[in-house]
């Protein structure tokens, strides 16, 4: 069983930055895409970043292009995003995510429908 543990989230001053990481366990597919989503109160969940296994690929939302960087630790399966100027518009509870098969560029590897595991998420609070 796929289980994925956030941790690093908490409350920010705008124009700061903050380090986000998910420890993963249980995953037995061969290839695999991670990606952390994030929903703010009232709104969908949206996709932030995907990265590969061993961070060949990854792709950004537009809203944090610039600001946001992501990795991984294939051997570990762990998932680390570091969001940087943050904003209040980043508000928000980040989860991690995992599914099987790669990363695909365009819109499919930030679209939650296609992922299968989640963890139970960490809040980001950004004060202005």
């Known amino acids: 069983q796929v289980r994925l543990v956030e941790s690093g989230g908490g409350s920010v001053q705008a124009g700061g930055s903050v380090t986000l990481s998910c420890a993963a366990s249980?995953?037995?597919?061969?290839?695999?895409?991670m990606a952390w989503f994030r929903q703010a109160p009232g709104k969908e969940r949206e996709g932030v970043a995907a990265?590969?296994?061993?961070?060949?690929?990854?792709f950004y939302a537009d809203s944090v292009k610039g600001r946001a960087s992501i990795s991984r630790d294939g051997a570990k399966n762990a998932l680390k995003l570091e969001l940087s100027s943050l904003k209040p518009a980043d508000t928000a509870m980040y989860y991690c995510?995992?599914?099987?098969?790669?990363?695909?560029?365009?819109?499919?590897?930030?679209?939650?429908?296609?992922?299968?595991?989640w963890g139970q998420g960490s809040q980001v609070t950004v004060s202005s």
């Open positions: 995510a995992v599914r099987g098969g790669y990363c695909y560029s365009g819109s499919s590897s930030l679209d939650p429908s296609s992922y299968t595991s």
């Open positions: 249980g995953i037995t597919y061969a290839n695999n895409c």
């Open positions: 990265a590969s296994m061993h961070s060949t690929t990854s």
